[in-house]
């Protein structure tokens, strides 16, 4: 395989030590960090609070930015989506036309020391998206702690004494108050999400409040990554265990691979990426947010995907097709009419594309393994389409119904179509499962993220299939 290792800086110095402090923070020790830490300049509005003792907090709130929408792409989505999306198309619209509404998600780095971030994102609201258990505490305590928790066993490599910060115990931390968006806390009401990613955190906020992005400061591990939580699904979907094998085949600029090293300790883990800008960029996440010491089982390679099908059959236990695609929400604001017709003509050519990069995964997959085929664009030639596509030439690939496992119990922040396949009727009834209903079959073509207003996140579209053993 044609990879190169990317290298990070050895050392380590924390970037806020607030978490070393004895005292309690106060609040506006709070929002002292939370503006010092704002490189962007944005403006302080106030806000009510829900938060006890805060309630004269401050909150920023992105400068408005006027952007405008390029109409050849509006008047394409238009005519395609009100037919593939029917009602949720009108609202879908209406989000996507207003970057004010969309909310922003903060996935924290479990490699860099998180507790102050984490208070910071409490007062202001934000609350964790998925079961959490807190890491602070293993970062804090230092390397016999790790080494003995059941979370993190085997991975006392990960978390040398050179990047942890020695903390006291903090029983100072503001609790997630009661009204807290986790899921899982009331099974009688909610189906759990029930995924082994336990040390993956990532916390969102019902407003769409930006958080400001970290700056690149050499020797030091970034805190936070900012997504859009959507992102976060294809992921969850992808199960990643200690000690797999793993292939991200299109991976600039890296934050599935992050959420992917958040959510587990991959023996290996190979991000692919053929363009050469986006490839520096990506380097450049993984050094901003890994420690030098997973430089082994964390490298770049720069293939088309395509190839990967032949040079690599069979050798990995997950395979990540984040497909390159549509991209709707960048696509609506192409900066001229011109480039947005541009970017119409080539639409056409993606799902061949996209199906070659999906076989290519099927087949770098091992007999039992699993891949998952992600999009941010809410296109059905793009999505269900290419599914349909990959399974008919791959007979021992089993799409897998996603519905139960991700779709409800995150209903209460994602708005999904409940038909991905988008009302079309699949073009190869073949394909159709002897026993079950159309909407199981649609379901296992995999789910779809649609923004509404207050769910802002999407468009993903997301399907897991599993080769056959
Ligand atoms: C949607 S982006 C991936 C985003 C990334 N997974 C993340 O979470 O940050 C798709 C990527 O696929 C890359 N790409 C395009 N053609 C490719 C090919 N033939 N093989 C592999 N990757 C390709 C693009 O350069 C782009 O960086």
Not at 306 to 323: N, T
């Given at each position: 395989m044609s990879s190169h290792m990317f290298s990070v800086q050895q050392f380590y110095v924390p970037w806020r030590r607030i978490c070393c402090k004895s005292e309690k923070l106060t609040p506006v020790a709070l929002n002292w960090l939370w503006s010092s830490n704002c490189h962007t300049g944005p403006h302080v509005v106030s806000q009510q609070s829900n938060q006890k003792g805060a309630s004269n907090k401050q909150v920023t709130k992105r400068p408005k930015k006027e952007r405008s929408s390029c109409q050849a792409v509006l008047n394409l989505f238009d005519q395609q989506y009100s037919e593939e999306l029917g009602d949720l198309w009108p609202s879908a619209r209406r989000v996507l036309l207003d970057p004010?509404?969309?909310?922003?998600?903060?996935?924290?780095?479990?490699?860099?020391?998180?507790?102050?971030?984490?208070?910071?994102?409490?007062?202001?609201?934000?609350?964790?998206?998925?079961?959490?258990?807190?890491?602070?505490?293993?970062?804090?305590?230092?390397?016999?702690?790790?080494?003995?928790?059941?979370?993190h066993k085997g991975k006392d490599t990960l978390l040398s004494s050179d990047y942890i910060s020695k903390c006291p115990p903090d029983d100072s931390l503001p609790q997630p108050d009661s009204t807290s968006h986790m899921l899982g806390q009331d099974p009688q009401s909610e189906p759990s999400l029930?995924?082994?990613?336990?040390?993956?955190?990532?916390?969102?906020?019902?407003?769409?409040?930006?958080?400001?992005?970290?700056?690149?400061?050499?020797?030091?591990?970034?805190?936070?990554?900012?997504?859009?939580?959507?992102?976060?699904?294809?992921?969850?979907?992808?199960?990643?265990?200690?000690?797999?094998?793993?292939?991200?085949?299109?991976?600039?600029?890296?934050?599935?691979?992050?959420?992917?090293?958040?959510?587990?300790?991959?023996?290996?883990?190979?991000?692919?990426?053929?363009?050469?800008?986006?490839?520096?960029?990506l380097a450049k996440t993984l050094e901003s947010f890994l420690p030098h010491s997973l430089n082994s089982r964390v490298i770049v390679s720069a293939q088309d995907g395509?190839?990967?099908?032949?040079?690599?059959?069979?050798?990995?236990?997950?395979?990540?097709?984040?497909?390159p695609c549509s991209n709707d929400r960048s696509w609506l604001y192409s900066c001229?009419?011109?480039?947005?017709?541009?970017?119409?003509?080539?639409?056409?050519?993606?799902?061949?594309?996209?199906?070659?990069?999906?076989?290519?995964?099927?087949?770098?997959?091992?007999?039992?393994?699993?891949?998952?085929?992600?999009?941010?664009t809410l296109s059905s030639f793009e999505n269900?389409?290419?599914?349909?596509?990959?399974?008919?030439?791959?007979?021992?690939?089993?799409?897998?119904?996603?519905?139960?496992?991700?779709?409800?119990?995150?209903?209460?922040?994602?708005?999904?179509?409940?038909?991905?396949?988008?009302?079309?009727?699949?073009?190869?009834?073949?394909?159709?499962p002897q026993n079950g209903t159309m909407s199981s079959y649609q379901h296992r073509l995999g789910i779809l993220v649609v923004p509404q207003p207050g769910k802002t996140w999407g468009p993903m579209f997301l399907s897991r299939i599993r080769r056959r053993k």
């Open positions: 004010q509404s969309w909310q922003y998600g903060v996935m924290l780095n479990r490699f860099s020391a998180v507790t102050d971030i984490t208070q910071i994102l409490q007062f202001q609201g934000f609350s964790t998206l998925l079961p959490q258990m807190d890491i602070s505490p293993l970062l804090c305590n230092g390397p016999s702690t790790v080494s003995s928790s059941k979370y029930s995924l082994p990613c336990p040390s993956l955190q990532c916390y969102i906020h019902p407003s769409p409040l930006r958080f400001p992005s970290q700056a690149h400061r050499p020797g030091q591990l970034k805190q936070y990554y900012l997504l859009n939580a959507a992102s976060l699904l294809p992921v969850l979907a992808l199960q990643v265990r200690d000690g797999e094998k793993v292939l991200d085949l299109c991976s600039a600029p890296g934050g599935k691979a992050l959420a992917m090293m958040q959510s587990a300790t991959p023996a290996l883990l190979c991000c692919n990426e053929p363009d050469p800008h986006r490839r520096d960029w395509r190839s990967f099908g032949q040079s690599e059959a069979g050798v990995y236990d997950k395979v990540l097709v984040d497909a001229s009419n011109q480039q947005g017709e541009q970017r119409l003509k080539e639409r056409t050519s993606l799902p061949v594309l996209q199906a070659q990069l999906l076989r290519s995964a099927l087949s770098a997959v091992r007999p039992g393994g699993i891949v998952v085929y992600s999009t941010c269900s389409a290419v599914i349909e596509t990959a399974l008919s030439d791959f007979p021992e690939a089993e799409p897998e119904d996603l519905w139960e496992e991700i779709a409800a119990p995150l209903s209460k922040y994602f708005a999904f179509s409940s038909h991905p396949g988008h009302g079309r009727t699949p073009r190869k009834p073949s394909l159709q």
